[in-house]
């Protein structure tokens, strides 16, 4: 492990693009005690570390070097934090396919691929090269981080390759992932994406099981992932997305930085200045 011994040579370079790679050469493994020892990326901000010391992440040995003021200053810069969103008893993840038209390239029952009715299925009147699309409509974009396909049926008949894609003309598409669709019978095939922000979202199916016939899909549903996709650093503006949770007889109402509402109230689409890891718990009434 390579140990930090003078690091005032440093001092001056506190250009914002050299913070990183500084503070990764000079630090290494070490971590900062402040007062309980914590990384590099979730220092406070600058002026409340003065005074702190340096410890052996591996030996947990406290080393009697104090902070410089560059380290203040590349603690800021490379401070990272994440929003969670916390169900706070909910039963299941809520699917944001809603408000929007689905539409499909042939066949016939776009809209029952995302009418929650598990026991229904659209007919794409072929098996290569085909898609199923979502619309949010004018001026809404949205982004997840999870799509879920079940088959309710014909296993032959599923979609086998998939692209998944995003766009907000309808024209140009960008590839968002792609994997192998499972054709096992009444079983939902789920796989986690970073969406980007997109009005459009569409299903590419390159093939089925059959390699001939139809297509039959039975349900599709994004949701988010329980964790915000995004770091941010400190003082960054976060807005607070919609519930992303089902809770049986229970009406969610706001998110709150407390799990029995006695803190920070946050309605969706709100703002606020993120200064370190903050979770936001549904407020059920």
């Known amino acids: 492990m390579r140990r930090v011994r003078d690091v005032s040579q440093y001092r001056n370079r506190v250009k914002r693009d050299d913070i990183k790679d500084c503070v990764k050469n000079v630090l290494g493994n070490l971590f900062v005690e402040s007062p309980g020892v914590m990384p590099i990326n979730l220092l406070p901000a600058v002026g409340t570390v003065a005074g702190s010391t340096i410890v052996d992440l591996q030996t947990g040995t406290p080393s009697s070097l104090a902070i410089p003021a560059l380290l203040s200053v590349a603690a800021a810069a490379v401070m990272k934090c994440q929003v969670t969103y916390d169900g706070n008893g909910s039963d299941a993840l809520s699917s944001l396919i809603s408000g929007g038209t689905a539409s499909q390239s042939s066949g016939i029952d776009p809209a029952k691929v995302c009418d929650g009715n598990l026991g229904t299925n659209?007919?794409?009147?072929?098996?290569?090269?085909?898609?199923?699309?979502?619309?949010?409509?004018?001026?809404?974009?949205?982004?997840?981080?999870?799509?879920?396909?079940?088959?309710?049926?014909?296993?032959?008949?599923?979609?086998?390759?998939?692209?998944?894609?995003?766009?907000?003309?309808?024209?140009?598409?960008?590839?968002?992932?792609?994997?192998?669709?499972?054709?096992?019978?009444?079983?939902?095939?789920?796989?986690?994406?970073?969406?980007?922000?997109?009005?459009y979202y569409r299903c590419f199916f390159i093939d089925n099981y059959y390699g001939s016939g139809n297509i039959y899909l039975w349900e599709i549903r994004f949701y988010y992932a329980t964790g915000d996709p995004n770091w941010y650093e400190s003082g960054a503006t976060v807005t607070v997305r919609d519930n992303c949770f089902i809770k049986t007889g229970k009406t969610f109402s706001k998110w709150n930085t407390a799990a029995d509402g006695s803190g920070t109230d946050y309605d969706p689409a709100d703002t606020f200045a993120i200064t370190a890891p903050t979770t936001l718990y549904a407020i059920w009434v």
């Open 122 to 199: 659209n007919n794409i009147t072929s098996y290569g090269n085909q898609w199923w699309k979502y619309d949010f409509g004018s001026g809404v974009t949205k982004k997840f981080g999870q799509i879920s396909i079940y088959n309710g049926g014909n296993q032959g008949f599923c979609p086998k390759n998939m692209i998944f894609q995003g766009s907000n003309d309808d024209t140009n598409w960008t590839d968002l992932d792609s994997f192998l669709v499972s054709n096992t019978g009444s079983q939902w095939s789920t796989h986690g994406v970073n969406s980007g922000d997109y009005r």
